[in-house]
């Protein structure tokens, strides 16, 4: 299983950019999708998560980040709306996933993205 991210890039504050997240190889189902952050010098942060159709955020991006999905694609999305300085990251795409229907549950990473908002 591959994940590939797209999407990141250098914007100004309060734009928006539009992260995805592609998993192809063999996949039976996908338990929940996550983004994760790393700013410079700090611990990766738990952004964005969505599983069976319930999500969740950060308190630091709710209301200005969304996060959706693709069935049919095994793709994840991030919305992100009125970036601010503080969401300059790298961020990274994580996918809980079976590639059998009785197997367990796996986790893959993306490779990361980097996302920069400065004036």
């Known amino acids: 299983v591959q994940l590939q991210a797209s999407g990141g890039g250098l914007v100004q504050p309060g734009w928006s950019l539009r992260l995805s997240c592609a998993a192809s190889?063999?996949?039976?189902?996908?338990?929940?999708m996550r983004w994760y952050r790393q700013a410079p010098g700090k611990q990766r942060e738990l952004v964005a998560t969505i599983s069976s159709g319930d999500t969740n955020y950060a308190d630091s991006v709710k209301g200005r980040f969304t996060i959706f999905r693709d069935n049919a694609k095994n793709t994840v999305y991030l919305q992100m709306n009125s970036l601010k300085p503080e969401d300059t990251a790298v961020y990274y795409c994580?996918?809980?996933?079976?590639?059998?229907?009785?197997?367990?549950?796996?986790?893959?990473w993306g490779q990361g993205t980097l996302v920069t908002v400065s004036s």
């Open positions: 994580n996918l809980l996933l079976t590639r059998t229907r009785t197997g367990p549950v796996y986790s893959y």
């Open positions: 190889g063999s996949i039976f189902s996908i338990n929940a």
